[in-house]
């Protein structure tokens, strides 16, 4: 269930005492919160999710292994019918569930070394806690095509975590979905592969990451870190090795 409420005060904390201070509020926002009734009668609430693709906007770079995640927010926006049509806080945003649980897609429209300017005021704009707010990004040291989920970690010299780590008060404790784009082969520039499309090799394998993405990442908004996430990445990890 989705609740219409007033615009709140132009500054809030989170999680400590960090201030965004937003500009051209509309009149009206929609929060994001879930109350259902479980079969005894006992209502409950169910915290949302803030699931955060890391990108460039814009059509030249559509398709580049930088804006894989972008991606991974189109593949799930498709899959669980929630509609990327609101601009807010410097990210286009969509809001839905992925079961009962509500989740907030967003890909940040701001470059990439500024992700965090998104993704910290929308988390504070709708109370996600940070172990739910989930980034999505490309990860040279993996393989190509590799997925790996981790519920913390560093920002990996990845220039679009360290803005979000900055947004959030220098906190790393917020999971990851690491989408594998290998290293550039012998001297290329770093820059330059990262802006380069994918070969159709590559692309086949990307296409089928980005599918199991979806279903891991439901994994984990419905049932959290566990024993199949484990198994999943273990998975991930010989997945390319021939025996």
């Not at 899959?79 to 945003?93: D, H, P, V, W």
């Not at 082969?185 to 599918?211: C, H, N, W």
Request: proline share 7%.
């Amino acid at each position: 269930m989705f609740y219409a409420i007033s615009p709140p005060k132009p500054c809030v904390s989170y999680p400590r005492s960090t201030c965004f201070r937003r500009a051209h509020l509309a009149p009206t926002w929609i929060r994001v919160s879930a109350k259902l009734a479980s079969p005894n009668g006992v209502e409950v609430e169910y915290t949302p999710w803030l699931i955060v693709g890391l990108g460039n906007p814009g059509n030249k770079y559509h398709g580049t292994r930088h804006n894989v995640g972008f991606e991974m927010i189109d593949r799930i926006s498709q899959e669980e019918g929630i509609l990327m049509n609101t601009i807010q806080s410097k990210a286009l945003i969509g809001i839905g569930s992925i079961g009962e649980v509500p989740v907030l897609l967003a890909k940040p429209q701001a470059y990439m070394n500024f992700s965090g300017e998104a993704v910290g005021p929308l988390a504070a704009y709708y109370q996600v806690p940070l172990r739910h707010i989930l980034l999505v990004y490309d990860e040279m040291s993996l393989p190509n095509g590799v997925l790996r989920l981790q519920p913390r970690g560093g920002h990996g010299l990845h220039n679009g975590v360290k803005s979000v780590m900055e947004h959030l008060d220098g906190l790393r404790e917020f999971p990851r979905c690491c989408i594998g784009i290998g290293n550039p082969p012998g001297t290329m520039d770093v820059k330059a592969y990262l802006l380069q499309k994918f070969s159709l090799e590559e692309r086949k394998q990307i296409d089928a990451a980005l599918e199991q993405g979806v279903e891991v990442l439901r994994t984990l908004v419905l049932a959290g870190f566990g024993g199949r996430i484990t198994r999943f990445n273990l998975g991930q990890k010989y997945k390319y090795h021939k025996v």
